[in-house]
């Protein structure tokens, strides 16, 4: 997956934080990704809407 460079960095930034606040090391910026965009879409009602629809 590519990725523009300030998200990539932000992503970076966003794992480190996280891993410090559980004690653990940095989870890879992807692996974020794809977490975030499952919840993104679990929790968006239009797409859940849509998705009975079809």
């Known amino acids: 997956m590519e990725l523009p460079a300030t998200l990539h960095r932000d992503l970076a930034a966003y794992a480190e934080i996280l891993g410090r606040g559980t004690g653990q090391a940095p989870a890879d910026p992807v692996r974020l990704i794809v977490a ?4 993104f879409m679990a ?9 009975k629809i079809n």
């Open 36 to 39: 975030m965009l499952e919840r």
């Open 43 to 51: 929790t968006d009602r239009g797409f859940a809407k849509a998705r």
